[in-house]
């Protein structure tokens, strides 16, 4: 079963086993590889794409520091 299968993280190198007419890729599968042309780090898992993430602007609401005291 895992001979059939083969992974291929980038785009550039699906293209060296099959031709483009033979498959549909969406949208969001470009824009993923574009992203890592130009992060490179992305694709080794040590930088996000998700800008803000561990940013504190959540915390920033009275709502939320409430919610942090009643857990305290």
Known sequence: LYGKFKYINRLEFLWENMRKSEIKI????????????????????????????????????TASMQSLRCIS
């Open 26 to 61: 969406p949208e969001f599968v470009y824009d993923h590889d574009d992203d890592l042309e130009h992060r490179p780090l992305m694709d080794y898992g040590l930088e996000t794409d998700h800008h803000g993430f561990h940013d504190a602007g959540a915390m920033d609401s």
